[in-house]
């Protein structure tokens, strides 16, 4: 185990995390809000020509992390698979075997990820989209197809960092992480899944969309605070993700290349 990992495993996570929650969620006077979110703008990356509302109107850091964007900022493809986020790319392709790529050479089980071996068995031959948000990015995690939300489930767990050197070096992070999954359905009767992982020092992820829910693509599933991890899952008999290289930039509502699978 490398000393990351090993500092990793031993740091109280979830205690921190809460605590970090609540502290982003405190309401900051009116005067400091818009010279605040600037600094942040600017040491993150953060875009702020699109926003919809104007930037002293975030009463608390964690709104300003769950910001809504202009429509116009985000036009939603017509392509049947959209990207679910803004992000960078951990892992796109096939699900083998049961079993998704987490990096180069190591990879965890699907079951796990969904806490379910029954759902998981629906994806065989499918594909799947990995899509990492930084802090900077658009917080909110979308449809990335035309769905029907049959469930949702919060599943327990710690709450690893997700960024690119914790995914790295701490296996089957994503299956070990608290995270929501929708289960869905897709228009043509295939099995489809969205994953929101729990990060640490995320203060926290909001549920949007509930059971017996129709959404088209980019229809708001959820959203995170301070940034963490999207993944979709899609049944093979129809257009899947195609293979991307990691860290490619992708963005809300685009055309997400796909491929009969």
Known sequence: MSLRALLLNLLPKVLVSRATGCAASLPLPRSVRAPFYRWFARRYGADLDQLLAPLDSFRSLQAFFQRELRSEARPIATTPLVWPCDGRIVTTG???????????????????????????AAFANGTQATVYLAPGDYHRVHAPF???????????GTLFPV????????????????????????????????????????GGTSVTAGAGQHLGRGGELGRFGFGSTAIAVVAGGGPGFETLLPSTRVWMGAAAQSRPS
């Open 146 to 156: 035309d769905l029907l939300v049959e469930r949702v489930v919060a599943v327990p």
């Open 163 to 202: 960024n690119p050197p914790a995914v790295a070096c701490i296996r089957d992070l994503f299956a070990r992480n608290s995270r929501h999954v929708f289960h869905c359905r897709l228009q043509d009767g295939r099995r489809a899944a969205v994953v929101m992982v729990g990060a640490f020092n995320v």
């Open 94 to 120: 096939p699900v083998r075997a049961g079993r998704i790529e987490q990096v180069k050479g190591h990879d965890y089980a699907l079951a796990d990820l969904l806490a379910d071996g029954d759902a998981a």
